[in-house]
């Protein structure tokens, strides 16, 4: 499995902006960039996910780079809810069923301050 | 709100018992995936089942083993419980390979 590399930790203020940052010089052309974010005593939530083009949706944006060698998560204006842990993940376009697989890495702990 | 429900929420086992812990999704959500998280890790793959089969394992042994029903709902089973399987066990299901649905998981302890 391509391998994902996150900071472990980021900090942001509250009604900030907030970039979170991936890099996955691996990936294949076949690789989704998924990202999920887990709060305290929580299972993971879908943020997102993109193969080539930017995304956007209600909870944030993902933005990728040329050569989808890294790709960061944009939240627009962190709140106190957006703390949790951010995972940058990659998943196979093609073949098969086995898109279940999730491979999570650390991932980076966001803390919003008030 | 996922649409699903693993139960139980906590349980406490002795080393070397079994345990059961259960799995409920979204109707229509035929792919189930369980995941063992490890206090201060991330999630680790255990096994997929799409269609009442699995189709997929992580690095797991035998005595990991699991179930899908006609309803779709999931079970996974351990045998021979050890100290190191102490963990949140994830539940998460798919409706394609986009984006996944987990529960709040199990916590399990063995003692």
């Known amino acids: 499995d391509a391998k994902t590399t996150q900071p472990n930790s980021m900090e942001s203020n509250e009604e900030e902006p907030v970039h979170l940052p991936c890099n996955h010089s691996?990936?294949?052309?076949?690789?989704?960039i998924h990202w999920y974010r887990q709060l305290p005593s929580q299972g993971p939530e879908y943020v997102i996910h993109?193969?080539?083009s930017n995304v956007n949706n209600r909870m944030a944006s993902l933005a990728i780079a040329e050569d989808r060698k890294s790709s960061t998560l944009i939240l627009h204006r962190a709140t106190l809810r957006d703390a949790a842990v951010y995972y940058c993940?990659?998943?196979?376009?093609?073949?098969?069923?086995?898109?279940?697989?999730?491979?999570f890495g650390q991932g980076t702990i966001l803390t919003v301050h008030p | 709100e996922t649409g699903v429900t693993q139960s139980p929420t906590h349980l406490i086992k002795t080393r070397g018992q079994q345990v059961t812990l259960r799995c409920s999704s979204q109707?229509?959500?035929?792919?189930v995936s369980w995941y063992q998280q490890a206090l201060g890790q991330g999630p680790q793959f255990i096994f997929q089942y799409y269609r009442e089969e699995e189709n997929g394992r992580g690095n797991f042994p035998p005595r990991f083993s699991g179930l899908q029903f006609p309803n779709y709902s999931s079970e996974l089973n351990v045998n021979a419980l050890e100290l190191d399987d102490s963990a949140l066990y994830l539940c998460a299901t798919h409706l394609s390979r986009t984006e996944a649905f987990f529960g709040q998981g199990t916590r399990l302890t063995v003692v």
């Open positions: 109707s229509g959500h035929n792919t």
């Open positions: 691996t990936i294949s052309g076949t690789d989704y």
């Open positions: 993109g193969l080539t």
């Open positions: 993940i990659l998943s196979p376009r093609v073949g098969g069923t086995s898109y279940g697989k999730l491979t």
